[in-house]
């Protein structure tokens, strides 16, 4: 079936230390997205990719970083410059103009 | 800016009556406008979206949303409620930046729907 993959599905950063969120898509879309959810705040763009080799800071880009080397992949760093990284993270992928993001099943990431 | 707004944060409703989730936009030029639903530690579902014509869009799962320009509303309806629509709701509005070509979307807040049997 075609979907949007996120793994891991939880995840625990100590401090200092940076981490990898992984997000594979096999939709063949050009557009994909990565959102932080937190309780009564929903959805916050971090960073966004129209096409590959190609991205763009989102609302709360600040201690995050992106790749987008292939088409399928856009995987999001939260940084040690992250100081408040606990949160549930989304990432979206969109087909045409008009169409709808799909979504993955998010990273629960955590402190330890 | 492009903005929408959930004013309600919880809405209860008993199992078999119907069910509003209210959402009302702030946009320049024509609104596309999009229901997505979330149930625990799950990615966000598509249900329904709004781009031109008819004012009532039907979606999945028995859900639909009526669009109102005059009142700028997309208020997402069911007629009758079951137990296991108890989840998140968001609505979400088209921002389109035509200097960067940037073709996102913008959630409101989310309101959480509880059906009560």
């Known amino acids: 079936d075609g979907g949007i993959t996120q793994s891991p599905k939880y995840l625990f950063r100590k401090e200092g230390q940076n981490v990898t969120l992984s997000c594979e898509q096999n939709?063949?879309?050009?557009?994909m997205y990565w959102y932080r959810q937190d309780p009564g705040q929903g959805l916050r763009l971090i960073y966004y990719?129209?096409?590959?080799?190609?991205?763009q800071k989102g609302d709360i880009a600040e201690g995050y970083s992106v790749s987008r080397e292939k088409k399928e992949s856009f995987p999001l760093t939260v940084t040690s410059a992250q100081k408040n990284p606990t949160a549930f993270y989304l990432c979206?992928?969109?087909?045409?103009?008009?169409?709808?993001?799909?979504f993955g099943d998010g990273t629960r990431l955590s402190i330890l | 800016a492009q903005s929408v707004a959930q004013p309600e944060d919880q809405v209860n409703v008993a199992e078999g009556n119907p069910l509003t989730v209210k959402c009302t936009y702030s946009?320049?030029?024509?609104?596309?406008l999009f229901w997505y639903v979330q149930y625990p530690n799950r990615g966000l579902q598509f249900l329904l979206k709004?781009?031109?014509?008819?004012?009532l869009v039907k979606g999945s799962y028995g859900f639909e949303a009526e669009f109102n320009k005059s009142q700028t509303s997309f208020h997402l309806k069911k007629p009758s409620a079951l137990v296991s629509d108890s989840a998140l709701y968001f609505c979400?509005?088209?921002?389109?930046?035509?200097?960067?070509?940037?073709?996102?979307?913008?959630f409101g807040t989310g309101t959480r729907l509880t059906v009560i049997p």
């Open positions: 990719s129209q096409i590959v080799n190609d991205f």
């Open positions: 946009v320049s030029g024509n609104p596309y």
């Open positions: 939709l063949n879309h050009d557009a």
């Open positions: 709004y781009i031109t014509g008819d004012n």
């Open positions: 979400a509005v088209r921002d389109i930046q035509l200097q960067t070509g940037a073709n996102n979307l913008f």
């Open positions: 979206a992928s969109r087909g045409g103009f008009s169409q709808p993001q799909h």
